[in-house]
């Protein structure tokens, strides 16, 4: 993450104004809706057609957020609809690079401009680009994934629903628990540049993964027997803890080897067809180890931990419960 100011790059991994030394996320900045036919989206504002071929989509293998829209395109089958440009895996002074397709461009920021010439503020992925009007349609992952979900449905004939109405309240409870004590809480508790913000975090993150053990020993899925994506969006930040976060960001009170039911949950969730292909822990490791000097300053990248997300989940035993 950084801040585009006044056309320069600036690397600010920290709120500056907060003298608590606690990390803040900024919030994102295009907000646009990607609809079946180009209706109003969530927001009342024009919303952009689904069209086959015309949106391209930005990410990093390494960005938890990111990853959540590329779980979303394999589920819903939108391989053959919205092409994909991965960027390097190194994030230095001029933030993202890349070697994009569509404009022979060499940094997301540069993107970011294309669509604003004046913007300022986060330069981030994901980003849902639209071929047509040369702009970004969102660079906010809960809200691409929703896109995915359902806008393409007619074109592609998948109507798997992880958002159903039926659950919204309950799913909007759990992402809201989920995002700040354990999406965002490995990162408060790794950038924080305090003592007390750290523990602060640390004790929040571990709070509510004993809190998802609960769940998950008693029920199959976060929001019941029902796959939703308040379980994509926890799977993300799962999938990286022993690699990353438990040593790097040093949220390592226990891994998550160390807990059956969400072990058994995240192994099952990385079998399910397409899922393991979106993960690359060479990627994820070499971003955050050689990417975040301010916390390893050698930029040697670890070469464990061992992981075998293939073994038997055994998670069958609660379905047939």
Known sequence: MGLLHKGQWVDQWYDTDNSGGEFRRQDSRFRNWLTPNGEAG?????????????????????????????????????????????????????????????????FVYQLYL?????????????????KKTQTIVSNESAEIIRMFNTAFN???????????????????????????????????????????????????LFDSLDWVEGLLSRQRYLAGNQLTEADWRLFTTLIRFDAVYFGHFKTNRQLLADYPAISGYVRELYQLPGVAET???????????????????????PVGPLQDFMLAHGRDLLKAA
């Not at 391989?79 to 991965?86: G, S």
């Open 154 to 204: 007619h074109l592609t004939g998948n109507t798997a629903d992880y958002y159903p109405n039926d659950l919204h309240e309950k799913i909007h409870s759990l992402n809201d628990r989920i995002y700040d004590t354990i999406n965002n809480g490995v990162y408060r508790a790794g950038f924080a540049t305090t003592q007390q913000a750290y523990e602060y975090a640390f004790h929040s």
């Open 114 to 130: 294309k669509a604003d010439k004046n913007y300022e503020g986060r330069v981030t992925v994901p980003v849902l680009w639209d």
């Open 279 to 301: 993960v690359s822990f060479e990627h994820i490791k070499t971003h955050y180890y050689a990417s975040h000097l301010m916390i390893n300053p050698t930029g040697v990248i």
């Open 42 to 106: 969530a927001n009342g504002e024009p919303g952009f057609k689904a069209e086959k071929g015309r949106y391209h989509l930005y990410v990093s293998l390494a960005c938890p957020w990111a990853h959540r829209t590329l779980i979303f395109r394999q589920l819903k089958q939108l391989q053959d609809y919205i092409d994909v440009t991965v960027v390097e895996p190194v994030m230095l002074e001029n933030g993202w690079e890349m070697s994009d397709p569509l404009y022979d461009l060499d």
